[in-house]
């Protein structure tokens, strides 16, 4: 038998070393199903603390997933600058030549909007300038009571709104006085938006401003915008602004939506238009009264030739030169008391839709 595991040794030495491995090893198959488990359990763990950590990062981090509301667009609309009060033209023609380049619409483009009227003294009203958009094919809407949302969504669509305020803001808003209405008339303002600013979480923190009294755009912050536009000389006309766009362009379909038809309280349409009757009646009044001077000086001048020329024909001479023009000069005032007639007219219904 010794002999016999002499041979086995020597010709399998392999099989015999395995044999002694298997038989003196420790493990067991309740020893790895236990360590499987410690392993699944320590995973598990891991990943719990994992899920509540990232729960707790996005509850108390918004600005992971709020970057995308972050703005910042602005409309290349030309920069206009305007003459003595012509602030509301100047503006309206801004969008009028956006909206002609963008559109290759020649007939939209402003031209010299400076010759649009012979006076400005005053300035010029909304429907004044909706009269002239409407003149030039444009498709037009007004608000009051509008919102920065609202201005925003126009950009988006490429209608530049024009807005109606007052720089620096109205004074004397707890009470009503002439002194006050003057102060606010003289700092009535048109300017037009091209464009907005947006923070991480969407909010509204600047517009872009295309003002006709400045020489550049105006990266104007929201506050100082709403001093602004928060007021208006037209009692109701708070935050007005109107818009144009090609009529059969993909912003007017945008904009029929948008507004189907002008945004404004009963009140403030009422107002609008005796604004815009006091509006043509004053420069009736100053056309005819400019008719009246031009009459007169040019009478004044020719009496002044003759005196300088002398003669023995003075008298009749002046007395020619006064039949020719005299004429000129009664049909300039009747028609200067005929307007003056007309805006007093005018002012007392206004005053009677105000209070009536």
Known sequence: MSQIKTL???FFPKVNTVETKTKTSTFTSTSFLASMQ?????KVSTLKTSTATTVTTVTDEPTQYSMTLRADKQLSVPHLLQGNKECGHAALAMALKYTSQQTNTPSLDP?????WSPFDDVGHGPLNLQSIASQKGAMTRMVNGGT???LAA???KGLPPIVLGINGGAI?????SISNIIDNASRAHWMTVTGYVKNDRGQITHFYINDPNRTSDWRCPVADFHTFWDKNIIPGGNRFYMTIAKPGSFQASFLQTFLPQNKLSDSFRIKLKAVDALEKMYYQVREAGGDAYAAAKKLSAKIEALIKKGGSNLAQEIDKAFNEVFNAVIDALHALADAAEDVGDEIA????GLFG
């Open 349 to 352: 219904d206004w005053v009677g």
């Open 172 to 176: 004397g808003s707890s009470s009503i």
């Open 154 to 156: 126009l950009i988006d």
């Open 38 to 42: 410690s392993v699944i359990q320590s």
């Open 8 to 10: 086995n040794n020597l």
């Open 148 to 150: 920065d949302a609202d």
């Open 111 to 115: 031209g010299n909007f400076h010759a």
